[in-house]
Every structure is written in structure tokens, then in C-alpha cells.
Nanobody
Framework: QVQLVESGGGLVQPGGSLRLSCAAS????????MGWYRQAPGKQRELVAI???????KYADSVKGRFTISRDNAKNTVYLKMNSLNPEDTAVYYC??????????????WGQGTQVTVSS
């Protein structure tokens, strides 16, 4: 069982930045692929970024060049640094863990989500 706890969401103006964090339980975090997904009202949950156990990354086209996913295995934490935010980035952001560490697909474990609102 993996437990994920997100933090770092909030209200930010267009053009601003935020950094989301996701702390994971368990001693084999380094073996997991970790991802960030988001869900806006009335829309399906979509991939934002994934980082594999080998630190290979994949991004949605809409966030390439603006968002960066990273991980700190010593802290069992994955981060999402978001720059140049725009109102279309407004959503609940969810952390996801996949025990298949090489995979770019969503895993079975989800956090509770953190709200990101981009508005002036």
C-alpha cells in the first residue's frame, strides 16, 4: 500500500509560479514511477508529467517548457515546478504512483489532490 500526500497548491496570478510536492510512504519509493495528473471541472483527468524510477520524464504538450517534474528519493518526494501559469492550468492536481517503475502509464495509487487556481 502506498499513501500519497500532496501540498503546495493555491491561488496564483497569471504568469506566476507554484511548486507542488507529493510525499509518499514506503521504503521502495525509488522503484516507483511517479506522475502528476490534473482534472478541471467538467473535464477528464489528464496527464501532466511523469518521472520514471530511472528519472526519465514525459510531459503533456500543453505544459512542455513551463513545468518540470523532479524527484528526491532520499525524501520520498516528487515535485512539480510550474512556471508561466495561465488560467487554463486551473485544476485539481493529483499525484500518482505506479509500482511498475519504468512505465509511463497511470498506477493504482492516488493522492487526495491539491487545488491550483490561476486567476487575476
Amino acid at each position: 500500500q502506498v499513501q500519497l500526500v500532496e501540498s503546495g497548491g493555491g491561488l496564483v496570478q497569471p504568469g506566476g509560479s507554484l511548486r507542488l510536492s507529493c510525499a509518499a510512504s514506503g521504503s521502495i519509493f525509488s522503484r516507483y514511477a511517479m506522475g502528476w495528473y490534473r482534472q478541471a471541472p467538467g473535464k477528464q483527468r489528464e496527464l501532466v508529467a511523469i518521472i520514471t524510477s530511472g528519472s526519465t520524464t514525459k510531459y503533456a504538450d500543453s505544459v512542455k517548457g513551463r513545468f518540470t517534474i523532479s524527484r528526491d528519493n532520499a525524501k520520498n518526494t516528487v515535485y512539480l515546478k510550474m512556471n508561466s501559469l495561465n488560467p487554463e492550468d486551473t485544476a485539481v492536481y493529483y499525484c500518482n504512483a505506479n509500482t511498475m517503475g519504468w512505465s509511463f502509464t497511470r498506477g493504482d495509487y492516488w493522492g487526495q489532490g491539491t487545488q491550483v487556481t490561476v486567476s487575476s
